[in-house]
């Protein structure tokens, strides 16, 4: 194997590796069952997932919530910011090992009615820096 197929072929195990159901819940055209993500796009997919998660999502584990929903409707102001940073930050550095976070950043848009959530990190078996966004609003 040339030194092009060692990295194609690394590449390959790592997106074997890191793999998930499709959130969207697609349907494979061949097999007819539901679409899988793979590498790359699973972790992007269980950082959101794991943003978004509130308690009891997951059964017998309410311990595993990132509680950012429940307070979307508190006034949003700088303690409220910084309580939002720090839950994303723990719930990601404690539920996704495959990541190494570097920064999250919220900022209140729309007079307090929106919260834009930035998460920049690392996906250690790939080397690469990935930003995701995530915007919640406020609905009545």
Not at 4 to 11: F, I, N, Q, V, Y
Not at 83 to 97: D, G, H, R, V
């Amino acid at each position: 194997m040339g030194v092009l197929d060692k990295g194609l072929s690394r590449e390959l195990k790592i997106d074997e590796r890191y793999s998930d159901l499709d959130m969207a819940f697609g349907i494979h055209p061949l097999t007819g069952d539901v679409k899988h993500v793979k590498g790359r796009k699973a972790v992007v997919q269980s950082v959101k997932r794991l943003v978004l998660m509130n308690k009891w999502s997951v059964p017998f584990h309410p311990e595993i919530n990132c509680g950012v929903e429940n307070q979307l409707f508190e006034t949003m102001g700088a303690i409220h910011v910084s309580a939002f940073q720090n839950q994303i930050t723990e719930i990601l550095q404690t539920y996704e090992p495959r990541i190494k976070l570097e920064k999250v950043d919220c900022k209140v848009k729309d007079s307090g009615q929106s919260l834009e959530i930035n998460i920049t990190f690392e996906i250690i078996a790939l080397d690469e820096t990935v930003t995701t966004t995530l915007v919640m609003k406020r609905e009545r």
